[in-house]
């Protein structure tokens, strides 16, 4: 089993907005929904684009190169719920975003 790695502080992801982490080799999107933070696989499964880099609105981050939409919390792909991309399991300790990647 993995263990939780640290990927930023508390704050540095504005509400509604993600960024893009290496932890373990896979590139990580962590996105903070303004209820919380969720990390999924970086990259869309259409074309390869950076989710990290889409905007997110009640949940769904939406893919800034063909406007594919995936849940946040799931990595479901919200046109085709058959379509997932994964995700992993994010906390908070102290002011520190982890994210445990398998």
């Known amino acids: 089993m993995s263990d939780f790695v640290t990927v930023a502080k508390v704050g540095s992801i504005p509400a509604g907005r993600g960024d893009t982490f290496t932890v373990n080799g896979r590139l ?3 996105f903070n929904s303004g209820d919380g933070y969720h990390a ?3 990259l869309c499964p259409h074309m390869g684009a950076s989710l990290g880099a889409g ?5 769904v981050v939406t893919c800034p190169w063909h406007a594919w939409r995936f849940n946040v919390e799931s990595g479901v792909w919200c046109d085709n719920p058959k379509v997932k991309i994964d995700r992993f399991e994010v906390r908070v300790v102290g002011d520190e975003i ?4 398998p």
Request: glycine share 6%.
């Open 55 to 59: 905007q997110v609105h009640q949940g």
């Open 98 to 101: 982890q994210v445990r990647v």
């Open 28 to 30: 990580v999107a962590v």
């Open 40 to 42: 999924i696989d970086d």
